[in-house]
């Protein structure tokens, strides 16, 4: 038994069946690429989903958490600390806003937007007890707790898990006349995403963006933009509302804010938002240690430059160019923006990912039918031409053409 089949027993045997991971067990990585147990090299098309956006162990955050570390790791939130108000005042200017408040996962921080919309609008807005209700969409993806599944409209992730938290209303993503219909006075937020990623990197329609903080605005709701996937820096923008120029109430960042080294999420709006908590009400533990403001800030310092963004850009305009070159017969469509795509394909997308990891390229699939391609921003883009060489092969090899050549050398 080799070394990578003793590891993936173990983790059979004794870890919990939440995710069907491709069969390799990394060991090292770094920038773009990552080693496996055996010693072999995979280019990372996933980034962990955006978390790696910088690439692994980026030597500029690598030497901030390890600055940090020599010095302080945690104190609560009971004592401050000399990395929490500078990391709160320049991620508060990146986003344009007031306040911030920290958390660890995506998901807390999706909860912690949930009850500032509530919270705000009983006492800010006077909708009665009780009676706030919040808009999502069909094909979100906001994390895992018991409230966030209970607005999912994915059974994967919702059944068996009742009963379900109220309060919610449910439309088409990118349908902005039934967004106007499901408000009313009761609505305190609509909470979206940029571009739906665990939908298969869903772009919304032209305007739609637009739309929703029309909307918003019109009923005097919070508009929430879920930017853990889909911000900094990985649609080309720091942020992907900007594609339509649109400026939200709420950011939700996570993922990338972290540096791929350690969880770090956040809540950013302004004062009149977040300003409706009290000591006491709400908190935790670990957000806004100073491990995890020390890399943050190290984060926001890199995106202040504009260079990310702009590779994302450019990289993401040639990946987009040649992944359009694929075959229609295999591909049904493609979709995202900078270097974040989702490639429909007319078939399955798990057997594409087992055939891409043989080939040296670490992908995953999404819904069955998508391939989801999310390199880290840095990239080389000899290294990107070289995963998408691998992609156009692995797609070849499901092609009907390709199956009607081999049964022909069958039969001959």
Not at 10 to 23: I, N, Q, R, V
Not at 293 to 304: D, F, G, P, S, Y
Request: hydrophobic letters at 40%; a negative charge.
């Amino acid at each position: 038994m080799s070394r990578t089949e003793r590891l993936r027993a173990l983790s059979e045997e004794h870890g919990a069946h939440t995710y069907h991971p491709l069969p390799v067990v990394i060991a090292e990585a770094e920038g773009a690429w990552v080693t496996d147990v055996e010693g072999r090299r995979y280019l990372d098309m996933l980034a962990a989903y955006s978390a790696v956006n910088f690439g692994h162990r980026n030597p500029r955050l690598v030497a901030a958490l390890t600055r940090q570390l020599e010095r302080v790791t945690l104190v609560s939130r009971a004592f401050d600390h000399d990395q929490f108000g500078p990391f709160a005042a320049e991620l508060a200017e990146l986003c344009g806003k007031d306040m911030v408040l920290p958390m660890n996962s995506g998901a807390e921080a999706v909860e912690t937007a949930l009850k500032t919309a509530r919270k705000w609008g009983y006492e800010v807005r006077g909708v009665p007890a009780d009676e706030a209700t919040i808009i999502t969409f069909e094909g979100n993806f906001h994390g895992r707790t018991t409230t966030i599944i209970s607005f999912s409209t994915d059974p994967e992730a919702k059944n068996s898990y009742g009963p379900y938290t109220p309060g919610f209303r449910t439309v088409p993503y990118g349908d902005a006349a039934a967004l106007r219909a499901a408000m009313d006075d009761t609505t305190v937020g609509v909470l979206i995403e940029p571009i739906q990623g665990e939908a298969g990197v869903n772009v919304p329609p032209s305007g739609f963006l637009t739309a929703v903080r029309e909307l918003c605005t019109e009923f005097g709701a919070l508009m929430i933009a879920d930017e853990i996937q889909s911000g900094l820096g990985r649609t080309g923008t720091t942020f992907a509302v900007e594609h339509e120029n649109v400026v939200p109430d709420m950011y939700l960042l996570g993922k990338a804010l972290g540096g791929g080294l350690l969880p770090v999420s956040a809540v950013v709006a302004d004062a009149d938002v977040l300003g409706v908590f009290r000591p006491g009400q709400h908190g935790s533990t670990f957000g806004g240690n100073p491990l995890a403001c020390a890399v943050a800030r190290e984060v926001i310092a890199m995106l202040r430059t504009g260079e990310y963004q702009e590779r994302s850009r450019e990289l993401g305009a040639h990946m987009h160019r040649r992944l359009g070159e694929l075959p229609s017969d295999v591909v049904r469509q493609v979709r995202g923006r900078g270097l974040w795509a989702g490639v429909e394909l007319r078939g399955k997308a798990r057997p594409v990912t087992e055939r891409l990891m043989e080939l040296g390229v670490l992908a995953k699939e999404t819904h069955d039918t998508t391939l989801r391609l999310a390199p880290p921003l840095v990239i080389e883009r000899a290294d990107l031409d070289r995963a998408l060489d691998r992609v156009a092969e692995a797609l070849s090899a499901a092609s009907p053409a390709s199956d009607a050549a081999r049964e022909a050398v069958a039969q001959a």
